[in-house]
């Protein structure tokens, strides 16, 4: 028994990282482990060549370089989902950075516990809600924590990580790299370090330039690139919904509009002329509604009220005037930025999460207090934090499992009924997210999607408007519920765009969707 504990305490990393491998599958498969939502689905599907026939390393959100990394597995491994098993690996190997470093602090026992357990949790959540976001986040929490190391090797695959991330989500390391800042800004005082710290944010900045070069290159690509970017903010901005109500725009039709807003436009009307006007519109949103906006942040509260508790108790427990200065930035730091999004975009669960990765690190690393009521105060606290994310895991499992149900019992019989005929759902009505993520490309490659897909190179010729539908014979796919407005707002969008009166047939069904063709008259 003592060989097997000295064994532990001379490699404890590789044990912790053999005991988060035997964590993630098992939670990936109890939970079991899906896309968020159809970004990463889509993403996965262009990588693999499923989406355009061949592996393509133009992901839209993740950088092309990284694309191109993918791109070359799948061309030289086809049969494994790259996207997927790689997000996995990156998980797993940081979170044993996050526990290592943890069980490594110079904290009691119980604080080292329940910290562990927190990231267990956290990571547990992120795994049911698998993302692209919150996976760049944690690769540059793990990265920010190894950057700092006195040996320069370790130092090194700080960067690399931090790297990663940004490859990965450039905006979700930028975020860490903000709301992380208290928890290494004593460390910036060391040259070597600071010089480390700004090299690598220089290279972040540096591949995102990169990135954007690289899709300039192509008129195409760069079309569409600035297209999704004004069709984005307008999808993520909460004023769009009060500007649908008081819609006063001569050249955009109300329809087309509120097509938008149920993020199914026609491409071809609503442009990238158009969506700069509407988005000059939305600019001019007084300052009144904007702070109303951030009222969205009231879903948060109770996780809020736990972290702004763990920071007053975090910040009683200093003993120097220094350690409660950065303790009580790094609250007043969190609170802003989560009111700034929200007052200009929607604060995404995934977001959410990403901003507070950094803040349990922060706690831990300045939570020491040897008043044995503070301690017990503090445990309870972070306590029933862990409890409100663990009622956030068993709620969301109970409906993703209908979800999960829904698309094998009712979306892809219908879909495969249909083999060889070209499908665009409606907005989001095929939830592809709930599918495995280890097995998107089996998925038959008939499917053309809007959403953020609209405009895109690969839809040339498949699916570029409205009339598509008429031209092509395009299949729509649409939930029940609804139906008949949803239906009703593409013809009359043909109809007023194109000049196309159309009749709709149903050409297959099932007691929860729909397989629409439209007709010309």
Request: proline share 2%; aromatic share 14%.
């Amino acid at each position: 028994m003592m060989m097997i504990y000295n064994l532990y305490k001379k490699h404890k990393f590789e044990w912790l990282l053999l005991q988060n491998t035997l964590f993630f599958v098992l939670a990936a498969f109890l939970l079991p482990i899906r896309f968020q939502d159809n970004d990463d689905s889509l993403m996965c599907l262009i990588a693999s060549g499923n989406y355009s026939g061949s592996p393509d390393a133009h992901l839209v959100f993740i950088n092309y370089i990284y694309g191109l990394i993918l791109k070359l597995f799948y061309v030289f491994v086809p049969g494994i989902e790259w996207y997927t098993l790689f997000f996995c690996l990156m998980h797993i190997v940081s979170l044993s950075v996050i526990t290592y470093k943890i069980i490594t602090n110079n904290n009691e026992r119980i604080i080292r516990f329940m910290f562990v357990f927190l990231f267990y949790v956290i990571e547990t959540v992120i795994i049911q809600s698998f993302q692209f976001t919150t996976t760049a986040a944690i690769l540059a929490l793990a990265g920010f924590l190894l950057i700092f190391d006195q040996k320069k090797w370790v130092a090194v695959f700080g960067v690399l990580f931090i790297l990663l991330g940004s490859l990965i989500r450039f905006e979700a390391v930028m975020l860490i790299t903000i709301i992380a800042l208290p928890m290494y800004i004593k460390k910036l005082i060391n040259i070597r370090s600071l010089l480390l710290f700004v090299i690598c944010l220089a290279a972040v900045v540096a591949f995102n330039l990169i990135d954007r070069e690289i899709y300039n290159q192509d008129r195409n690509w760069r079309s569409y690139i600035e297209y999704n970017e004004l069709r984005g903010k307008i999808n993520d901005n909460p004023n769009a919904i009060s500007l649908r109500d008081n819609f006063s725009m001569n050249e955009i039709n109300i329809n087309d509009y509120k097509l938008l807003l149920k993020y199914f436009p026609d491409g071809n009307i609503l442009n990238s002329h158009s969506l700069k006007q509407i988005n000059e519109k939305l600019g001019l949103a007084q300052f009144d509604e904007k702070i109303l906006n951030s009222k969205q942040i009231l879903s948060y509260l109770p996780f809020i009220v736990i972290i702004l508790s763990l920071f007053l108790i975090t910040g009683f427990s200093q003993t120097t005037t220094l350690n409660r200065f950065i303790v009580t930035a790094g609250a007043i730091l969190f609170l802003s930025i989560i009111v700034g999004i929200s007052m200009n975009a929607s604060l995404k669960f995934r977001v959410f999460i990403t901003a507070i990765l950094p803040l349990f690190f922060l706690l831990q690393y300045y939570f020491i207090s040897q008043r044995p009521h503070i301690r017990k105060l503090f445990v309870l606290t972070l306590s029933l934090f862990i409890m409100s994310l663990l009622y956030v895991v068993v709620t969301k499992k109970i409906n993703k499992n209908s979800e999960i149900n829904k698309v094998y019992s009712m979306q892809l019989p219908l879909l495969e009924r249909n083999k060889g005929v070209n499908v665009v759902p409606f907005a989001d009505h095929f939830r592809i997210e709930n599918t495995n993520p280890f097995k998107l490309h089996s998925l038959q490659n008939s499917l053309v999607f809007g959403g953020w897909l609209t405009n895109i190179p690969f839809n040339a010729q498949k699916f570029d408007s409205f009339k598509s539908f008429v031209d092509r014979k395009l299949l729509l796919f649409v939930s029940r519920k609804k139906s008949d407005q949803f239906i009703q707002m593409i013809q009359t969008s043909i109809d007023n765009n194109y000049g196309i009166k159309t009749s709709v047939s149903v050409i297959d069904m099932n007691d929860e969707y729909l397989l629409i063709l439209f007709r010309r008259i």
